[in-house]
């Protein structure tokens, strides 16, 4: 229920700012439709609301979305779809749908849990950020009602979650460095893809010496750290 | 146009992403470096995505109102605010501030 009602704000929110950004609502409901993934969403849009290029857009929403391949693996291992189950599993393979299934001890429940956290948040999803499409087309100025602003907070709201471990801090904060040093070099949208070259080679020749679950896997329950928390799960959103 | 055909590019690649989770062999994403990578691109990108929507105007540098929004965010999620309250508190610092005569 918690889950349901925070996905219909998150959705509520990339309805409007996708908006703002200059995406018609049919582009909006397009991308929640057809991509559903909510951190690759916000990344098309934060990519177009800065005056980068579409390729830019498409290019940081496709590396986003990479850590969706492992939880598509995990999922596989836990749920075994078959046939043409296997391809409605991977368009509702997200961090909702891995943390619910996941969070079960039945093999029956882990399946359950899949499913209904996988479709419910999809017809959610898409519902409110219809209606968050329809209202933000028309309230005007989006700059006079602070929605860059809103942007940026939602990105932090999206980060902030897998902020558990010094290691996550560190590449967060030379990420950022590395933007804000290539934004005066390269065209708008590029300084994005400069950060995850960082980010992939920091994590491709890192240490592997330290202990597992350092906080940087993606391939843990998004909600580990945040027991209790009736918010915590919108936090995570549907990313 | 071109927007849409890039729209469509992305959801085809977030697709197939997710799909080939399911299609590979199961060590080839068991591999403790792809992990981390995914890791590691999913933070890098956030934290990158925060800031250029902070500071960056076009190809120029710019401290205004969306300084106060983040700052308003991270002591909304300082306080675990759910993530409407926390947009919502970006929004308003940004809206605030300018109302003040911020650029």
């Known amino acids: 229920m918690s889950i349901a009602v925070a996905t219909g704000l998150y959705g509520v929110s990339f309805g409007a700012l996708s908006v703002a950004s200059g995406l018609t609502v049919l582009q909006t409901s397009a991308l929640s439709l057809l991509l559903f993934s909510g951190g690759s969403q916000f990344a098309f849009i934060g990519v177009i609301a800065g005056g980068g290029s579409p390729v830019a857009a498409a290019g940081a929403a496709a590396l986003l979305g990479i850590r969706n391949a492992v939880y598509g693996m995990q999922l596989n291992a836990l749920i075994h779809p078959r046939g043409w189950r296997r391809f409605a599993a991977a368009q509702v393979t997200i961090d909702e749908s891995l943390a619910t299934s996941t969070g079960q001890t ?55 979650p897998r902020l558990r471990s010094r290691e996550a801090g560190a590449v967060a904060a030379v990420c950022a460095l590395a933007t804000v040093l290539a934004v005066p070099l390269v065209p708008p949208g590029l300084p994005i893809l400069v950060a995850a070259i960082v980010a992939g080679a920091i994590g491709w020749f890192g240490s592997r010496n330290g202990p597992e679950g350092e906080g940087l896997e993606p391939d843990v329950d998004p909600y580990r750290d945040a027991p209790a928390a009736p918010g915590a799960a919108g936090m995570a959103g549907v990313s | 146009m071109s927007l849409w055909f890039w729209i469509l590019v992305a959801c085809v690649l977030a697709f197939l992403t997710k799909l080939l989770g399911y299609l590979v062999p199961r060590k080839w994403l068991t591999n403790p470096r792809i992990a981390r990578v995914a890791g590691t691109l999913t933070i890098g990108l956030l934290a990158s995505l925060t800031v250029a929507n902070t500071v960056a105007a076009g190809q120029a540098l710019s401290l ?37 005569g911020l650029p």
């Open chain 1, 106 to 160: 039945e093999p029956i429940e882990q399946k359950r849990g899949f499913w209904v956290a996988g479709l419910g948040i999809f017809l959610l999803w898409n519902a409110f950020t219809l209606l968050g499409a329809l209202a933000g087309d028309s309230i005007g100025d989006p700059k006079q009602w602070g929605l860059d602003g809103a942007a940026v907070a939602a990105f932090l709201g999206l980060l902030w």
């Open chain 2, 64 to 100: 205004d109102s969306r300084v106060g929004a983040l700052v308003a965010a991270a002591i909304a999620l300082w306080l675990r605010a759910p993530f409407l309250v926390v947009v919502i508190a970006g929004a308003a610092a940004a809206a605030g501030l300018r109302m003040l």
